[in-house]
């Protein structure tokens, strides 16, 4: 499937190892991710050397073209509160995946969207397993 | 008019007392600001006794009902994020203002929505100038 993997970028990169670990599973499991260079590091600075209007364009064409958007939450960020928002809006089936502990803003968790699942993880191989259980009903 | 005014709740409040200068000055100025105690200290701790679905349920009404939506954008917000997409999705003029230096979201930044101003603001008097400027435009 074609996976739009939201993660923080401007909002902060104190998950990274988990959003490499995700966008490595899903790529391992056969998964076209066009945003897996997002959980790269040192993606912060490759960015920030882009047009604002490019990489709002290049990300909205994605999320336009992707079967899901499956999102890591566990970081604030305005960037993937406005893609779920953008991707829910055009119907794309959402997960929102959050480090079990950390509070997830109320506009995500309680959202009744049919669309969005909210769900935390403990580890990434958890987080790949809920994805797996995820990705079935989202087709 | 009837203003939105989306700031970070559960993503930090390091911007707190900038939230309440330009609910004050909007107040003030005779406007409705229905989530004005949004910006209250100890806001986090009420709000975390309300079920998420009625606080969602809550805030997208208000979004509907309003003129216009301004957000203080300077901490990073998945609730702000997608109330932005939100509003851009049914029409609303928005506002989103920064404390200058601060990095934006590209998904806000780089949004070309005609019906989206993005600035930055150095005191909340600045702040509200911009508002003031900008309100008009939006009736």
């Known amino acids: 499937m074609n996976i739009y993997f939201a993660c923080s970028i401007t909002g902060g990169r104190e998950f990274e190892s ?3 670990s995700i966008v490595r599973a899903l790529t391992e499991a056969g998964h076209e991710v066009p945003t897996a260079h997002l959980a790269e ?3 912060t ?7 604002p209007n490019e990489v709002y364009e290049r990300d909205v064409a994605w999320i336009r073209a992707c ?3 499956i999102a890591e939450v566990s970081v604030p960020s305005h960037g993937v509160g406005y893609e ?3 991707a829910l809006g055009i119907g794309k089936p ?3 995946l959050y480090q079990r502990g950390r509070k997830v803003s109320k506009m995500i968790s309680g959202n009744p969207d049919s669309h969005l ?3 935390p993880y403990q580890t990434p191989d958890e987080a790949f397993r809920i994805i797996e259980f995820f990705l079935p009903k989202a087709r």
Do not use: P
């Not at 600075?45 to 047009?51: D, F, L, P, Y």
């Open 18 to 20: 988990a959003y490499q």
């Open 41 to 43: 590091t040192g993606i």
């Open 45 to 51: 600075s490759v960015e920030a050397g882009i047009h």
């Open 67 to 69: 079967d899901v958007l």
């Open 84 to 86: 779920i928002g953008f």
């Open 94 to 96: 959402v997960l929102a």
């Open 117 to 119: 699942t909210v769900r």
